[in-house]
């Protein structure tokens, strides 16, 4: 035994070559054991979960590693041989050789995790209401992987003996120049995320804002569209948007009513008090009404007649449906006011002359005129 590694096969003998082809095999026997783990004990794991996510993200790993560990023992295998050989020079491009493999192999590794991770923020996306983190991944997932393919390129390229700090003193002016050029875009960009995180409203809510109201149709990465009670669209730049006030009439479980009443001065002190507790009692037991936020109160004495504060919640948030319970409560209102005989008041002016009779002054006026 001890000849036959004693021999020679060409520059090495047989023992050298022996220890090569065990770094070689190490390799491919890392691959099988890699492949077993990942089907046998890794997929019982993730076929547990609904998610597909971490089924793929699995699969970006054991791929690429699956073909770089038999690349790795060959090259541990080569290598040792090579270094064997002090007169051979090509060893530093035997190392780089593998580094580019290494580098690509790995760039192919976080290509296939960034779908990974696209696929689970899909799930995630799909749990929610909003369109607009829908719109996001696609978006996402193309960022990180220009970022990835940039980051593989400036890699190979410093291996292969170029200098990148040219090039990235370039990347910086140009992404500068760009910056400013797109700021208004990327502000509209940043003011999506912010909406998106935020949740301030959700398609199909109606918000108010500055400068008009309507139904929210669509939130876009630039800009956000709603639909006007005139069935006009108004797109409004997300930038503006988020830095806007915003009011989510969708969001109020009920809709405020309040308006004041009021009743002639001929009315009497206890006609106003029936007045107020008829009032009081007819909207507590109206079903479309929430009886406990009911307030009815003789106010003040206006400039022209008693005023009373109605103020109550209508039990919807549609807007059409609100206003049908308002004109079922006023036509009924102006219904108690009739039968006790009271007057629901208008803007008038009562004018007492001192110094004369209204005779007297009557005709001094159709005497001016004349």
Known sequence: MGDFLQQTAGPWTMYQVLVALLLAALGFIARLVL??????????ITA??????????????????SAILPVAGIFLGARFLVSLQPEWTWLAQLDRLFRLVSILLITWTAFRLVNAGALLLSEMSARTESKLDDQMVPLARK???????????????????????GLLAGLGIGGLALAMAAKDTLANLFGSLMIMLDRPFAVGDLVKFDG????????????????????????IPNQ??????????SLMPKRRIRFTLGITYDATAPQMQELVARIDAYLKNHPEVDAEQVVVRFAEFGASSLD???????????????????????????????????????PTRTVH??????AETARGAEQDRA
Request: hydrophobic fraction near 50%; proline fraction near 1%.
């Open 353 to 358: 002359l001192v110094g004369g009779t209204a």
């Open 308 to 346: 009373i504060i109605v103020q109550y919640f209508a039990n919807t948030r549609d807007w059409v449906e609100h206003l049908r319970v308002r004109e079922d409560v006023n036509l009924r209102l102006m219904g108690i006011v009739e039968e006790m005989g009271l007057q629901i008041a208008f």
């Open 143 to 165: 960022g990180a992987k220009f970022f990835v393919a940039t980051l593989g390129f400036l890699l190979v390229a410093q291996n292969l003996g170029y200098s990148i700090s």
């Open 48 to 65: 547990r979960t609904e998610s597909r996510a971490d089924d793929l993200a699995v699969e970006a790993i054991v791929g690429p590693l």
């Open 240 to 249: 503006n948007l988020a830095n806007a006030t915003v009011e989510n009439q």
């Open 35 to 44: 492949n077993f783990v990942a089907r046998h004990q890794l997929a019982k």
């Open 212 to 235: 008009g109201e309507g139904v929210v149709e669509e939130i876009g990465m630039r800009s956000t569209r709603v639909r006007t009670a005139a069935k006009t669209v108004i797109s």
